[in-house]
């Protein structure tokens, strides 16, 4: 029996989050060491105290109202600036994690993977974004979750990628104008993406309210709630109307920063080229039309974005795609070159396209205050 035995296959389960979490936990380390420098150096300003959520969806955002009400919880132990920051850390830290995970998942070596992470975690915009507790960030983070969720419509199209592709547009809703402006045109995917939808109005309407619950969920919660607090539709509607005005800015300026600080964008597009019966020509037109849009919009509408949102937005998205997708193995040493060159020419750039005090808020290294050295 114990030759027998011995002669047997062992069966080791797979720890599949060891790794993943020991990857959340060193990019949380590397964000609360710069954050804190950050804030330690004084250049990240202090923000008001925390205030209600309908009050930030009159102001575009119900989803950064909701973070300011989360951190508002530990206002006395830290200041609102410090909350926002450790929020979002978080965030970013579990978004490493199961981007990592994806990427194995999706058949990439293991030390591709890791050098893909390491190269995303030193992009200076996406750092920038994340340690400035920005509105920005609710922005990529909704624009990174749409792209496997479209993915998903596509590829499968089976009621469950249905529910999870309409879980996440209320994200977009709750992120400001700017990109609740998409969601029409998105929910048309869901009945879109169906052969029996297109043939059948009854499908198509049946397909069509799955997809918009969840959105209208949200928006009868928040009217109901705007109701009982005195607040008109007009009030609500207001930030929308906002964002459409008429204002013309640049934008060579934000699509020449997408080019050179975010060209992982080229792998997707040379992906959707290839003839591959696991390429999603629709999923990858879309890593390049939201932040498109974002541009663009943003040089006619008051969306009142920063410039070099959009190239954020687009390396969110690459990478959302890049979670989804499996690609050829002489492609992964593509993005990552691709990533090394965004990131190299993000920090040549970065006088030109960061926040004041950035990057002079980076050294010396004195954590929250606490000065090492």
Known sequence: MSAMSASLPRIVPKKTWVRPAAIGLLTAMVLLLLGGNLAGNGALERSVAAQDM????????????????????????VDQRTALALIYITVAAVGAAALFRQLRTSDWPLVPAVLALLLVVSHPMLLQTVTTAGPEFLIVIATALLIPGRRGL?????????????????????????????????????????????????????????GIVPVLIIVLGVVVIAARSGIGPGALIAPFMRAFEA????????????????????????HALIPDRRRKVFTSAMVAVVPLYLAVGNSLFAFNLSPWLPAVALMAAALGWLAATRIRSWMHWLVLLLLLAGSAASWWLAPHWSQPGWLDGLMPIQLFGWQVG
Do not use: C, H, K, T
């Open 247 to 270: 204002q013309q800015s640049s934008l060579m300026g934000p699509v020449a920063l997408m080019a050179l600080s975010a060209p992982v964008g080229f792998a997707v597009l040379l």
């Open 54 to 77: 309908l009050l930030r969806w009159e102001q575009g955002s119900l989803l950064q109202g909701l973070i300011d009400w989360l951190a508002g919880w530990f206002i006395g132990v």
């Open 154 to 210: 596509e590829a499968v199209g089976d009621a469950q990628s249905v529910i999870n592709y309409g879980l996440i547009l209320p994200l977009l809703l709750m992120a400001g104008p700017s990109l609740a402006a998409l969601i029409p045109f998105l929910l048309l995917a869901v009945p879109l993406s169906d052969p029996e939808a297109r043939r059948r109005p009854r499908a198509f309407l049946a397909m069509l309210l799955v």
